[in-house]
């Protein structure tokens, strides 16, 4: 069996995040975990190389960095901007999690089948968490840093001046996610995802028309970016 070529992209724009500059000092506004970014550590040389060439030895080898680099994954803490995302990670890692102890379980028999599976999964089970952490696109990423700290911020401190002066940076990023291009094995959705961009951005436009406007109430550009944030859980779940 091949690895899949999905999760050599997955792999790839997790690294491609970590090496991406990171404009925000609060680790809250960063969706790369850093406990299961180095996983990829462990998970490349059993995926890419042991599974495929049947390398009993070395996927038992493994066992002790699998341990090594499982074990803090089960008890990190989520940042703020995937708190929407808990119920999806938890799920994810609950499989990983069960996915570790049978891979520990079979590293440490005499089954080779059984640890060849166990490879499979406990790389499906990495591949859950990547997921729900790692942005499909970095257009998306970049707006969603913005929105984060407008909606979970800005908003419950009502504090029209910062939100005012994120509009601007959210229109920008609206048409860059507009102009994106997807990756290959997403150009099935290419239809539905343009549509839920021209949307977002309509109703970034609208927050734009309202932010304008001087002396306006905070509700009307609460309620504005309420709906931004609406079309943008609709973009998002287009890759689900």
């Given at each position: 069996?091949?690895?899949?070529?999905?999760?050599?992209?997955?792999?790839?724009?997790?690294?491609?995040?970590?090496?991406?500059?990171?404009?925000?000092?609060?680790?809250?506004?960063?969706?790369?975990?850093?406990?299961?970014?180095?996983?990829?550590?462990?998970?490349?040389?059993?995926?890419?190389?042991?599974?495929?060439?049947?390398?009993?030895?070395?996927?038992?080898?493994?066992?002790?960095?699998?341990?090594?680099?499982?074990?803090?994954?089960?008890?990190?803490?989520?940042?703020?901007?995937?708190?929407?995302?808990?119920?999806?990670?938890?799920?994810?890692?609950?499989?990983?999690?069960?996915?570790?102890?049978?891979?520990?379980?079979?590293?440490?028999?005499?089954?080779?089948?059984?640890?060849?599976?166990?490879?499979?999964?406990?790389?499906?089970?990495?591949?859950?968490?990547?997921?729900?952490?790692?942005?499909?696109?970095?257009?998306?990423?970049?707006?969603?840093?913005?929105?984060?700290?407008?909606?979970?911020?800005?908003?419950?401190?009502?504090?029209?001046?910062?939100?005012?002066?994120?509009?601007?940076?959210?229109?920008?990023?609206?048409?860059?996610?507009?102009?994106?291009?997807?990756?290959?094995?997403?150009?099935?959705?290419?239809?539905?995802?343009?549509?839920?961009?021209?949307?977002?951005?309509?109703?970034?436009?609208e927050l734009?028309?309202?932010?304008?406007?001087?002396?306006?109430?905070?509700?009307?550009?609460?309620?504005?970016?309420?709906r931004v944030?609406?079309?943008?859980?609709?973009?998002?779940?287009?890759?689900?």
């Amino acid at each position: 069996m091949k690895p899949r070529v999905t999760l050599a992209l997955l792999f790839t724009l997790l690294l491609s995040s970590l090496l991406f500059p990171q404009e925000h000092a609060d680790k809250n506004t960063v969706s790369i975990i850093p406990e299961v970014a180095a996983f990829h550590e462990v998970i490349v040389p059993i995926w890419h190389k042991a599974y495929p060439a049947k390398d009993f030895a070395a996927l038992r080898t493994a066992g002790g960095d699998v341990k090594r680099l499982a074990e803090p994954i089960l008890s990190v803490a989520l940042p703020g901007i995937l708190r929407e995302k808990a119920d999806k990670w938890n799920q994810a890692k609950e499989f990983f999690q069960k996915s570790y102890q049978e891979y520990m379980a079979a590293a440490a028999g005499a089954d080779d089948q059984r640890l060849l599976k166990a490879a499979e999964e406990l790389h499906r089970g990495y591949e859950g968490m990547v997921r729900v952490m790692v942005p499909v696109l970095k257009e998306m990423d970049a707006f969603h840093r913005t929105l984060y700290v407008a909606y979970h911020t800005d908003v419950p401190g009502k504090d029209g001046k910062a939100l005012k002066g994120k509009v601007a940076t959210l229109a920008a990023e609206s048409e860059s996610i507009l102009k994106a291009a997807l990756p290959k094995w997403m150009e099935g959705k290419e239809v539905l995802f343009r549509e839920k961009a021209r949307l977002l951005r309509s109703a970034v436009a609208e927050l734009e028309a309202v932010s304008a406007v001087e002396n306006e109430k905070f509700d009307k550009p609460a309620a504005a970016l309420e709906r931004v944030h609406t079309a943008y859980q609709a973009l998002e779940a287009v890759f689900e």
